[in-house]
């Protein structure tokens, strides 16, 4: 099988500062890849290298077919800004040429009931933003999805919903995912490869090898513990 | 009754007016007052060299109004304190320029317009470039407002974002040159703001908003050109218009904003 994405040799720069530096990896397709790394390593910096929004060096080679969706860490949109979901969603379809039916399509997917199509970007909840950002991100059917640290703004039920959708998205539609993530316990349980960004040792391999207790400190620079995920939803 | 002249002046003026409230209901949401007031000013220079050697005041101010708006689109790109500075600086400095090149007696037009009759040529010109902006804003409407949103998530889409700017500061010097003439170069950039801030004050609506600011914007060069030649022909139109602009904002401050 081809990979979907290799990238070789990549360097990226921000601020006059070397934030990634001579990366290698390849990923195939339906791979589930976590991006761990302490603050600063570079984890949103690589995705946006990725998706080409940032210069680099190196090569970074996506398989022809891919088709990349992306759901940013934090949009610092303009909440006075008169714009409902449903103007962001349709901009995209038109711009894609895709048909309106699309836009329900994705809002259906992602569990966005039709009324909050027709609500302001402004007054949504974090829950509800996040699931327009993916809605909006599934339109034109990617078939890789880079994911930038989904949860910092939801509560735990929430966040746990967005892994599910995730989840039931690679699975209905093999889709490759890149997902950046503090939780580590999650990315044991979700991720069937992890990428972990660090200066002095990024590594890249299965959980199971890479979440071990001495490559975190390595990578962390500090003692990290971490548990099997059990979310109690009792309050 | 009205010469063919006259009518070509005020009928070019109402689409003006379109235009302004269009393209400005962009610049507020993209939060360019400053940028804009000094793509509106930096038409000075250029109208004072027109009136200095006498040739037509819309190709000088054509000619700084294309050289401010690349400025601008050049600091744009960058950002931080040095941009607002820049803005600022390029702001006054045309303004004191303008004033010194521009003989005495123009100044006052070249500041605040006049209303002059059209020959046909120069009205067909000034519908061109109001097709044009009318045209261009629709063709990049959902692109402007993905920009708007987040630039990055445009820009993952696809959009290109210096090239989208580009076209926009074009779009919007050209409306300003449409208005320089009956509006002056201080007041030109006023109405495309004022009307644009009276619609979003009314509306959370976008395609709305486009729409009343459109509106605002009409009722305001209509009622201006009216008042100036039935009631107080002493006064240019320029000065009368911002007026109303600002009285219709000042009325809508009467509504409680719509909210988020």
């Known amino acids: 099988m081809a990979p979907i994405l290799s990238v070789r040799d990549l360097t990226v720069e921000f601020d006059n500062r070397t934030v990634v530096h001579r990366l290698n990896f ?86 966005l009931p039709p009324e909050l199509l027709n609500t302001s970007v402004g007054i949504l909840s974090g829950g509800q933003f996040q699931k327009a950002l993916i809605a909006f991100a599934l339109l034109g059917n990617p078939n890789a999805l880079l994911f930038d640290e989904p949860m910092s703004s939801l509560d735990e039920l929430a966040e746990e919903r967005v892994y599910e959708l995730l989840r039931d998205l690679q699975r209905e539609r093999d889709m490759t995912v890149l997902l950046v993530s ?8 979700f991720a069937t490869k992890v990428l972990c960004l660090s200066k002095a040792n990024p590594c890249f391999g299965p959980p199971r090898e890479i979440l071990t207790p001495e490559t975190l400190e390595a990578v962390y620079s500090a003692p990290v513990k971490f548990y099997q995920h059990h979310h109690h939803h009792d309050q | 009754m009205a010469s063919p002249g006259e009518s070509y ?32 000013h930096v038409a000075l220079p250029g109208l004072g060299l027109a009136f200095l050697f006498g040739f037509n005041p819309l190709i000088g101010g054509a000619a700084t109004l294309l050289l401010g708006t690349l400025l601008i689109w050049q600091l744009q790109k960058k950002t931080g304190l040095a941009t607002d500075t820049m803005i600022g600086v390029v702001f006054a400095g045309s303004v004191a320029i303008g004033a010194l090149l521009t003989p005495k007696d123009d100044l006052v ?30 063709r990049f409407k959902e692109q402007l407002i993905l920009g708007l949103f987040s630039p990055e998530l445009a820009a993952a889409t696809g959009v290109k974002l210096e090239r989208l700017n580009l076209y926009f500061l074009l779009v919007f010097s050209l409306s300003v040159l449409v208005g ?32 009343v600011s459109c509106i605002a914007s ?20 320029g000065p009368v218009i911002v007026i109303i602009s600002a009285m219709l904002f000042a009325l809508s401050l009467l509504k409680r904003p719509a909210s988020a």
């Open chain 1, 26 to 111: 390849e990923i195939y397709p339906g791979d589930n890849v976590a991006i761990i790394g302490p603050n600063g390593a570079g984890k949103t910096v690589l995705l946006r290298a990725l998706l080409n929004l940032v210069p680099y060096d190196g090569v970074i080679e996506w398989a022809p077919d891919a088709k990349l969706g992306y759901v940013p860490q934090k949009i610092a949109a303009d909440r006075h800004l008169p714009l409902k979901v449903n103007d962001l969603l349709a901009s995209k379809a038109r711009l894609l040429k895709l048909p309106d039916q699309d836009i329900r399509l994705a809002a259906e997917r992602v569990g």
């Open chain 1, 182 to 189: 503090h939780d580590l316990s999650v990315v044991y349980q």
């Open chain 2, 9 to 40: 002046a005020v009928v070019l003026a109402l689409l003006f007016a379109v235009a302004a409230g269009l393209v400005g209901s962009f610049a507020l949401m993209k939060r360019m007052l400053l940028a804009s007031d000094v793509i509106s």
């Open chain 2, 109 to 138: 037009e070249a500041l605040f317009g006049r209303f002059q009759e059209l020959s046909l040529g120069a009205f067909l010109v000034g519908v061109a470039a109001v097709a044009l902006i009318v045209l261009v804003v629709f």
């Open chain 2, 180 to 211: 320089l003439r009956f509006l002056g170069a201080i007041l030109a950039g006023s109405l495309i703001i004022i009307p644009a801030t009276t619609g979003r004050r009314l509306t959370n609506d976008l395609s709305h908003f486009l729409i």
């Open chain 2, 218 to 237: 009409v009722t305001a060069v209509g009622s201006g050109l009216a008042v100036t030649r039935y009631v107080l022909p002493q006064f240019s139109p």
